[in-house]
């Protein structure tokens, strides 16, 4: 559990609290702000987070997915609650899009470089036709030249 407080200015008054919780992979399960504004009433907002897949009936008990599926905000003063569901492409790890280009030398078909839209970075791919194995190297940088084989956005 992690605690925060903002102090008015006679340095003595609480105006903010905030309390988070974390789970034993250091996850944020839940954040608990109280709001006390100087002259004001107080009310409380509370955010859990949910990091598995919906199970269908409005619970979030499937497979933990290792990425926010889901969040729940809920104010005291205001009666409604803010449920917010994130869904997810996944290749090798959650993404929103990828990009597959093809390496700088077009003679040489054996190497591939894969990247994500907006990055400079990405894995080159290597293959050998006489032992057939590969090599991927990893944050290798993709050349500004490279031609676009497939592009996929969500």
Not at 133 to 148: A, F
Request: glycine letters at 8%.
């Amino acid at each position: 559990m992690t605690e925060y407080f903002e102090y008015a200015d006679d340095g003595k008054t609480i105006t903010k609290a905030d309390t988070s919780v974390f789970d034993a992979d250091n996850r944020l399960m839940r954040d608990t702000q109280v709001l006390s504004p100087t002259g004001q009433p107080s009310h409380t907002v509370t955010v859990t987070y949910d990091y598995r897949l919906a199970d269908g009936h409005g619970n979030y008990t499937g497979a933990d997915q290792g990425v926010v599926t889901h969040t729940q905000q809920r104010d005291t003063a205001n009666p409604s609650v803010i449920d917010t569901a994130t869904s997810y492409v996944w290749w090798d790890q959650a993404e929103q899009s990828k990009i597959q280009v093809r390496g700088s030398d077009p003679t040489n078909p054996n190497i591939s470089i894969f990247g994500f839209k907006g990055s400079a970075y990405g894995w080159k791919l290597v293959w050998c036709n006489s032992c057939n194995s590969g090599l991927r190297i990893s944050r290798t940088k993709v050349p500004e030249n490279t031609q676009i084989l497939i592009e996929e956005s969500d």
